[in-house]
């Protein structure tokens, strides 16, 4: 079943450094959203990708970053990153025509 | 005032109980709602849409009211799988929008 797949599962890293995060949507889907999912929050909307170019936006600041290949996977980059930045990183795509989203099992990233 | 409103709980309930949710929303505009499940540490899946004429699916049973902003979900004879975090989604334009989630509802189902 291609679904959407995420790497890494889980990722640690230092206050400060950069990281990346990939996603490479269910076959078929054309839009990648990227959510972020604090410790007993719901999913906030971080960005959306379709024809490789940013979409829509949430509200993040500009240390979050991302890109779309022409084979619709997507990348999430963070800078700078801080404690606060610890999350369930999660990646939805979709057809841009409708038909819903499916969700990867996410990255979990922790900051120290 | 947040978009999408939940009651945390924990909500914790026998066995067959029968249990609701609410879900509060602001900005009428959105024209699609969603319950999604969440078990601990999984991404979320999809439960059901909500719609004003209500919507059934075996024991569930979603409901929106567009007057009041207000969304519910039942679950009838709980079972202990649905043990889970409930989260109330409402979409901001279709695929070329984004989802808005709820904080979520944990619903604990003891034996």
């Known amino acids: 079943d291609a679904g959407v797949t995420q790497s890494p599962t889980h990722l640690i890293k230092t206050r400060g450094q950069q990281v990346t995060l990939r996603c490479s949507p269910k076959?078929?889907?054309?839009?990648v959203s990227w959510y972020q999912q604090a410790l007993g929050q719901g999913p906030q909307f971080i960005f959306q990708y379709y024809e490789e170019e940013e979409r829509q936006r949430g509200n993040f600041p500009d240390r979050f970053s991302g890109h779309q290949f022409p084979n619709y996977s997507s990348e999430l980059n963070v800078n700078a990153l801080l404690l606060g930045d610890s999350a369930l990183y999660l990646c939805a795509s979709s057809l841009t025509q409708g038909g819903g989203y499916t969700f990867g099992s996410g990255t979990r990233l922790t900051v120290v | 005032r947040k978009e999408v409103e939940q009651d945390p709980g924990p909500f914790n309930v026998p066995e067959g109980a029968t249990v609701a949710f609410n879900c509060t929303y602001s900005n009428s505009a959105s024209q699609s709602f969603f319950w999604y499940r969440q078990d601990c540490r999984k991404e979320p899946k999809l439960l059901m849409s909500v719609y004003s004429s209500g919507n059934e699916d075996g024991r569930f049973t979603a409901q929106l009211n567009r007057a009041s902003q207000y969304i519910s979900l039942l679950i009838r004879d709980s079972k202990l799988s649905d043990s889970a975090t409930y989260l109330c989604v409402k979409d901001e334009g279709g695929s070329q929008g984004n989802l808005i989630f709820g904080k979520g509802t944990k619903l604990s189902v003891k034996p």
């Open positions: 076959s078929g889907h054309d839009t």
